[in-house]
Nanobody, 118 residues
Framework: QVQLVESGGGLVQTGGSLRLSCAASGTIFSINVMGWYRQAPGARRELVAT???????NYADSVKGRFTISRDNAKNTVYLQMNSLKPEDTAVYYC????????????WGQGTQVTVSS
């Protein structure tokens, strides 16, 4: 099992910045992928950004150039630096951990609210 604890959400004005953190604990193997997804009211959950344990990055087009994902493998922690925030970034942001060691494992954090006011 893997537990994920998120922090860093909040309310910010358009153009502002926030940094999300997600710490993973439990049975963690060295090869994995961590990332952030978001879900706005009435919408489907969507990918924001992911990063593998080897450092391979993937971003949604809507956040490229504004958001930066990073991780500290020693701390099993992933970060999401969000700059130039827009009202359409308002959503609940969920941390995700996934790996494939014998079987596929997929875990989610509890979610943290990000609200961008216009």
């Amino acid at each position: 099992q893997v537990q994920l604890v998120e922090s860093g959400g909040g309310l910010v004005q358009t153009g502002g910045s926030l940094r999300l953190s997600c710490a993973a604990s439990g049975t963690i193997f060295s090869i994995n992928v961590m990332g952030w997804y978001r879900q706005a009211p009435g919408a489907r959950r969507e990918l924001v950004a992911t990063i593998t344990s080897g450092g391979i990055l993937n971003y949604a087009d809507s956040v490229k150039g504004r958001f930066t994902i990073s991780r500290d493998n020693a701390k099993n922690t992933v970060y999401l630096q969000m700059n130039s925030l827009k009202p359409e970034d308002t959503a609940v942001y969920y941390c995700n951990f996934a790996d494939l060691v014998g079987r596929f494992r997929d875990y989610w954090g509890q979610g943290t609210q990000v609200t961008v006011s216009s």
